[in-house]
């Protein structure tokens, strides 16, 4: 790809707002220099602020919008008042207008996706788009998806989750063909809900672009053992979340042995660079992104309390899938597995 | 109580059976001598093993039993094979005939749900019987149900879990009025699946002897925040699985780290105290048990593959929670609120 890659930002969505997201695009331009940047909020507050990056500054161009969606505002709320004039609305008509390849906002998640899916609409028959985030594991990185854009899901859903997860997964980790488990409560066939049995059985009988692992359980998520991990948006956020915390409470513990005696603390300056390597690893800013999948354009959310080094994150993710193709494989991708299902099928 | 407490062990049991549940009765022994314990299983294998631990032995009586429950058995097949001349089966009997005040096994966990409800059955007219787990928080233990027993649950399951966990930690903690959550992907009202919405509303609204603290998510379980968090079993199940996976996997990353020059291997042996405190901190043995609730008696199920220490925990656990009267306080509870809704609206 020789024309920069177009990145369009909702300004103002965040907790720290436009600090963050121009603070966050000038260090993901010093990575990914064949960039430039649409930056949607109002120009007013932006403008001083971009001015400070002057690298980035001959790379953006700024579009005013009046209102911008507030973190706490209902999806139906947000609609009707910033449908069509919001920042975050307009950083998403951008891809849909094709000004844009990709559209970045650490704005209020329930309403960036109810945008998202009435501005760009979904792929093919798709009636759910997810959410997949990347998981560290301790052999390489996963991806894990719904992590919360629906709760519930029935076994076609299912299935279409592991088909888009596998696509974001060819475009991420250049693998032809995929590994993709089903999280359940055990791994014995008998165990778990009927609709996860279901979209089993149809990923073992049915040809797919990925391999299909089996069932895996919460345990698994850190192990590698696939490389994408479906389930249903509830609990795929329970688990993302009680990750989060967990490794934050280990955090918690390891400082709290480290400071026990006089001992521990003159060994822990010894050691002190290892301590840094397990806070850089564990650092959530380093694997920050959202990727709403399953649209007609690719849209990344990423974390509202991060910073500009998190928000930078969540561009680079936002960079790669875009510079992979990924909604293009995902929508070939889909079609293809209708085709092979028939519609009567799909449909039931 | 100055009876000795009574504890029924299912000695075959386990990944590792009696080697494990009579090492671990020891253990438990030198910590709790006011008990006595009912062995049941196969004389031929317990009778040796006991012999080689005295004190335990003078405590013990065996019953034998021809039938021992597989750890892969369909909780169907297991109770065609061995319902009334099982181990698992003669382990829990002994509670219900009033000869044990607790019944632990390391078995099968879907058998013994199974066996236990089949014969000890279920208080009131609680339909779902429910797994509770000791959660560990940066603050203080905690306790997390449904982890399994049961997928789905809908709004009076999810209420009388709230009561039974209440039970446990009223038994548990010494708080008459401990504070409940309910685990769910947001905490503003309008988030989630309408069965937790409608838990809500009935917490918010009834009289309770425990306090509704409001929605909790993911990250927030290791923070101590309430000290019950209820969900249904399958989110619950993978919220556990997913910590016990994150924690090891913080452990592998905190591993390297300390292994990657000789500088930090040096710091590391310097704090090696601090290592070790974290190591106890972190060991899963130190807090192993999944207590049965909402049946006529007391059921504690044992991690399959921990080792006596392990196992310990779990007898150490069963008899806090006997000795505390917790299926007596349970049962009061959940009759009490079935008294305070009526008949008709517990019954819709």
Redesign the interface.
């Known amino acids: 790809m020789n024309a920069p890659l177009k990145i369009s930002l909702d300004a103002m969505g965040g907790d720290n707002g436009p600090e963050t997201v121009i603070g966050g695009a000038d260090r993901s331009l010093t990575r990914r220099p064949d960039t430039e940047y649409l930056l949607f909020g109002d120009e007013p507050t932006i403008a001083p602020i971009l001015a400070r990056y002057p690298a980035l500054e001959k790379k953006s161009t700024i579009y005013h919008t009046d209102v911008s969606v507030k973190m706490?505002e209902?999806p139906s709320q947000a609609l009707r008042r910033g449908r069509r004039n919001s920042s975050m609305w307009k950083a998403i008509e951008a891809v849909k207008k094709g000004e844009a390849d990709v559209c970045i906002s650490a704005g209020n998640t329930?309403a960036l996706m109810a945008m998202a899916k009435l501005c760009l609409r979904t792929v093919a028959d798709v009636d759910r788009p997810a959410i997949a985030a990347m998981w560290?594991?301790?052999r390489r990185e996963g991806i894990v998806l719904d992590v919360?854009a629906n709760?519930?899901a029935d076994a076609n859903q299912l299935v279409d989750y592991a088909v888009m997860g596998a696509a974001m997964a060819r475009a991420l980790f250049s693998k032809s063909r995929p590994v993709i488990g089903l999280?359940n409560?055990g791994v014995?066939e008998?165990?778990?809900?009927d609709e996860i049995k279901k979209a089993a059985s149809i990923l073992r009988e049915s040809e797919f672009p990925f391999d299909y692992h089996g069932f895996v359980?919460?345990?698994?998520?850190?192990?590698g053992l696939v490389d994408v991990v479906v389930?249903e948006?509830?609990?795929g956020?329970?688990?993302?979340?009680?990750?989060?915390?967990?490794?934050?409470?280990?955090?918690?513990?390891?400082k709290d042995?480290?400071t026990?005696?006089w001992?521990?603390?003159?060994?822990?300056?010894?050691?002190?660079?290892?301590?840094q390597?397990?806070k850089r690893?564990?650092d959530p800013r380093g694997m920050n992104g959202g990727v709403f999948l399953g649209l007609n354009g690719l849209v990344i959310k990423s974390h509202g309390g991060t910073d500009a080094k998190g928000f930078a994150s969540a561009i680079d993710l936002g960079y790669d899938m875009a510079s992979n193709g990924l909604v293009q494989r995902l929508s070939a991708d889909i079609l293809e597995f209708r085709q092979s299902l028939g519609t009567d099928e799909n449909k039931e």
């Open positions: 706490d209902k329930g560290p594991t301790i919360g709760v519930g999280l409560v014995e008998i165990k778990g809900l359980e919460g345990d698994d998520l850190g192990k389930t948006g509830f609990s956020n329970i688990a993302l979340k009680t990750a989060e915390g967990t490794a934050k409470q280990v955090g918690v513990y390891l042995a480290m026990r005696s001992m521990t603390k003159l060994g822990a300056i010894i050691a002190s660079s290892g301590f390597a397990l690893k564990m």
